[in-house]
C-alpha cells in the first residue's frame, strides 16, 4: 500500500480487442478493481492492444464492445498508450490530436 493508503495496479494489454480474450478479461479486472475506493487503477495499452481504445469499434457478433468497458476504468482510473505507435492508434493529446477516449499517462 501507499502512503495514501491505495494499492495501485498497472495493466498492460498488448493484444488486439478481438480474437482472443485477453483483453476483456484484464479490461473485466480493471473496471472491478477501478469500483474500489482504495484502489488506482492504470492501463496501458501498446502493441496491438492500442486498438481497444479506437473509437465506433465494430463489434463482431458475439463479443463484448472493448471500447465501451474502457469508459468506467476512465471514470476512476487511467488509461494509455504510447505515442510511438502513434501511426496505427489514437494520437497523443499532447503531441497529436486525440481521437480516442485516452487520457495520457505517459508521451513518449
Known amino acids: 500500500m501507499t502512503e495514501n493508503n491505495k494499492t495501485n495496479y ?9 480474437g482472443n480474450e485477453r483483453p476483456y478479461n484484464a479490461l473485466r ?20 492492444g492500442v486498438q481497444c481504445a479506437v473509437k465506433g469499434q465494430d463489434t463482431p457478433q458475439g463479443f463484448y464492445n472493448i471500447e465501451r468497458m474502457l469508459l468506467p476504468i476512465l471514470r476512476n482510473g487511467e488509461v494509455a498508450t504510447c505515442d510511438l505507435l502513434y501511426q496505427y492508434t489514437p494520437r497523443c493529446s499532447r503531441c497529436h490530436e486525440n481521437n ?6 505517459f508521451c513518449y
Open 100 to 105: 480516442s477516449h485516452l487520457q495520457v499517462l
Open 10 to 18: 498497472l495493466l498492460i494489454i498488448n493484444d488486439g480487442p478481438y
Open 29 to 48: 479486472l480493471a473496471m472491478n478493481l477501478a469500483k474500489r475506493e482504495e484502489t488506482s487503477v492504470r492501463v496501458f495499452l501498446m502493441g496491438d
